[in-house]
């Protein structure tokens, strides 16, 4: 019974932790939808927006929550003057627009690790479980999974509701339709990577409330989101937040059963299984059946 009740707690902790997955990815799948720019310095730039509210706390005593929408600002206009500057001149190549972005990706990594050195840092949301039943709920997890349910249901708002939001999803469709419909790509674009860049900083705010991080831990973010990307495709908000779910929860119940090393393993072999089986998405594909 104490082992069926370990293994359904391992289950909630990876279904909480699916929902930081999920927004991680999202940062990702919004900037590369409508901007053409597959962003390989996306996780670097979830780590800098950990170490950014690592600052805030250590310098005036804001607690991540209340500086979450500081960072995720930050993260905006970071990611708006990238494209609108750079990024938006090479994104028709994307060979020049990865190489772009990997360079990035080291340049924050160097920075990082000048400012911050190498050890790792620590600032939880909270200690202890909840427990409900034979269920141990941990509150650090459980405190960031809400959080990051909240800014998805934020995002879900703006690319729904606005006339942005409308016009980031017709440039995912199509880069000349849009423009034939008056819609002003490097605009448009340089708003859609501003908000995948705040959606990583949030995500690093996110992820201080429940586990350490150092400079070199983008690889791993860069590796998740593209997994989930790859999962669920770039149209379907839902589809992200499913496929962050049921990473999430194979992740952590993998390594309940084989080992902590598994639990790195499964995002690696998860993202090549679906870019071969669904380069499009396995609930992209699965829609489009339907229809």
Not at 16 to 34: D, I, P
Not at 96 to 114: E, P, R
Not at 125 to 152: D, H, T
Not at 157 to 176: D, H, K, N
């Amino acid at each position: 019974m104490a082992g069926f009740g370990a293994l359904l707690s391992t289950l909630v902790g990876g279904v909480l932790l699916g929902g930081v997955y999920a927004l991680v990815a999202l940062g990702l799948a919004v900037a590369w939808g409508a901007s053409r720019v597959i962003n390989l310095a996306h996780g670097a730039l979830v780590v800098f927006g950990s170490y950014l509210a690592f600052s805030l706390y250590k310098a005036l005593g804001m607690h991540p929550v209340v500086a979450l929408p500081v960072v995720a600002l930050a993260g905006f206009a970071l990611g708006y003057l990238l494209y609108y500057l750079v990024l938006y001149r090479v994104a028709e190549n994307e060979l020049v627009s990865l190489l772009a972005t990997f360079g990035l990706s080291l340049f924050l990594y160097a920075v990082m690790l000048a400012i911050w050195g190498p050890d790792p840092r620590t600032l939880l949301w909270a200690e202890g479980s909840a427990r409900l039943g034979p269920v141990f709920i941990p509150l650090s997890k459980l405190y960031a999974s809400i959080a990051a349910l909240a800014l998805i249901g934020f995002y879900h708002l703006i690319l729904y509701r606005t006339s942005v939001g409308r016009a980031m999803r017709a440039m995912a469709q199509s880069f000349e339709v849009a423009r034939v419909v008056g819609i002003e790509p490097r605009s448009v674009g340089s708003i859609a990577f501003g908000l995948g860049a705040a959606a990583a900083f949030a995500a690093g705010v996110v992820v201080t409330g429940y586990a350490s991080f150092t400079p070199d831990a983008g690889g791993t973010w860069l590796i998740i989101a593209l997994a989930v990307v790859a999962m669920a495709g770039l149209r379907n908000l839902l589809a992200v937040l499913a496929g962050g779910v049921v990473l999430g929860a194979v992740s952590q119940l993998a390594g309940f059963t084989l080992g902590a090393m598994y639990q790195e393993i499964v995002p690696m072999v998860a993202l090549a299984l679906f870019f071969v089986i669904s380069p499009e998405g396995l609930f992209t594909r699965v829609r489009v059946r339907r229809v």
